[in-house]
């Protein structure tokens, strides 16, 4: 299942990229192109071959076309979510409720993690290096900006321009990074996830930590805590 779900994201994706890569580098050039980077994407890899259009250039001119941004963008996040994920969601569909507590958790601090990171993007960013772009340009670029951090490496901005403040997002988020068994690294969402349960069942006075029904060992606590603490 795994392999077959990989090459078919990866197989998708490549498709989708030969459409822009193709007409700019030629047929041999641009399906090479087009997967690699799918496989880059997917893989949280980070590697990219358009140091031939411009040197550190990464893919800054393509910030604003939604084909390239958008499926690079869904390559890294399928890859980054793991393969638990996937076979819990490819059995369940879209029952929310019969997903396991790891589906759960890995989902909600994904979208989270994306739904922050956009926002913040483009609060640090819009008096700066988003300035004099449109609605929906500055969102495709503050949305890649919260993708691909999470261990992927690509930039659709010039990074050293970033703000300080956005610089200590992106840390953040490269900090988090991926799922648990996914192909993303970083201390990883589910472990982020169970020390802010904790934080949050403590504050309001539990003794023992729980979400959704569902009691979180002591064990499991020790190893996030002790995984963040390395990290560190």
Request: aromatic share 14%; with cysteine; net charge positive.
């Amino acid at each position: 299942r795994i392999i077959r779900g990989t090459m078919l994201f990866e197989g998708i994706g490549a498709i989708l990229l030969s459409i822009r890569f193709i007409p700019q580098f030629g047929w041999a050039q641009g399906l090479f192109y087009s997967v690699f980077h799918s496989v880059s994407a997917f893989c949280n890899a980070g590697f990219d071959l358009m140091g031939v259009q411009q040197a550190y250039n990464s893919f800054c001119n393509y910030a604003t076309d939604p084909l390239v941004i958008l499926t690079l963008s869904a390559l890294i996040i399928i890859g980054g979510i793991g393969f638990f994920v996937w076979d819990d969601i490819s059995q369940n569909r879209l029952n929310f409720k019969k997903y396991k507590l790891h589906t759960k958790l890995t989902l909600i601090m994904t979208a989270f993690l994306l739904i922050f990171g956009t926002i913040s993007f483009y609060l640090f960013e819009r008096n700066n290096l988003l300035a004099d772009a449109g609605f929906f340009d500055s969102f495709l670029m503050s949305f890649f900006s919260a993708v691909t951090p999470r261990t992927a490496g690509f930039n659709s901005i010039d990074t050293a321009s970033l703000s300080s403040s956005s610089k200590l997002l992106t840390m953040f988020l490269m900090f988090v990074g991926g799922s648990s068994g996914s192909t993303a690294g970083g201390i990883k969402t589910t472990t982020l996830a169970v020390i802010v349960i904790l934080l949050i069942n403590q504050m309001i006075g539990k003794d023992s930590s729980s979400v959704f029904n569902r009691s979180l060992e002591d064990n499991i606590i020790k190893k996030a805590a002790s995984v963040i603490s390395v990290y560190f």
